[in-house]
């Protein structure tokens, strides 16, 4: 029997200070605000596969729903197995799985929330939908731009962000944070309208 109120929400990135400051790894920064907000520190998960936070996230100051935050130890194109792993031990079905991720086809700042859909070669989306069986969980997809002029869109997402995308990062972060609390609380419908802009 599932537990409906447990959420897995999933930061897809890399592992290792070499890629934390890249284009790939805005669902880490994301799931660390969530992390924040929830007063807690990742710690290792007895799988030995990710790292996780559980608690509540409290928006409007009443406790919400329980939600487990999670990185995979791996690296992108293997995170399936972690999330699907993660899934079966907290009970959780896909339709309470969030993967936050970097999207290519959404201009630097801007935010889309979805359910379900392709993977739009994206390799964390691939391996998940892998290991889950359905690629039929929400996604919040973190706007990255397009790579410049003609630089491979697998070293731009491992690149690091300009100076001026910098500036402007946290307040992407925050939004994005704020867009799963949404979605938990208030469901897709309202999330898709105040943050699909």
């Known amino acids: 029997m599932t537990d409906s109120d447990v959420w897995l929400v999933v930061g897809l990135g890399n592992p290792g200070p070499t890629y934390a400051g890249t284009r790939h790894n805005i669902g880490y920064l994301v799931t660390d605000e969530l992390a924040r907000r929830m007063g807690s520190p990742f710690r290792a998960h ?4 990710a790292e996780v936070v559980e608690g509540r996230l409290t928006p ?10 999670m990185r995979a130890r791996g690296y992108m194109n293997e995170s399936g197995g972690p999330v699907s792993t993660l899934a079966k031990f907290y009970k959780v079905e896909p339709d309470h799985i969030i993967a936050i991720h970097d999207e290519l086809d959404i201009p ?9 859909g392709g993977d ?3 390799n964390g989306l691939k391996s998940m939908r892998a290991s889950l069986g359905t690629g039929d ?4 997809r973190a706007g990255i731009g397009r790579p410049p002029g003609r630089q491979e869109p697998a070293d731009f997402v491992l690149s690091s962000y300009s100076s001026v995308e910098r500036k402007e990062l946290p307040f992407q972060i925050d939004t994005a ?9 208030a469901g897709l419908d309202s999330t898709q309208q105040a943050f699909n802009r």
């Open 60 to 69: 409007a100051g009443t406790p919400g729903p329980r939600i487990v935050l």
């Open 46 to 49: 007895k799988s030995g596969r």
């Open 177 to 185: 944070a704020d867009a799963v609390e949404s979605l938990i609380d």
């Open 120 to 122: 739009n070669g994206h």
């Open 137 to 140: 969980f929400f996604r919040v």
């Open 108 to 116: 630097f700042g801007t935010l889309r929330v979805k359910f379900g």
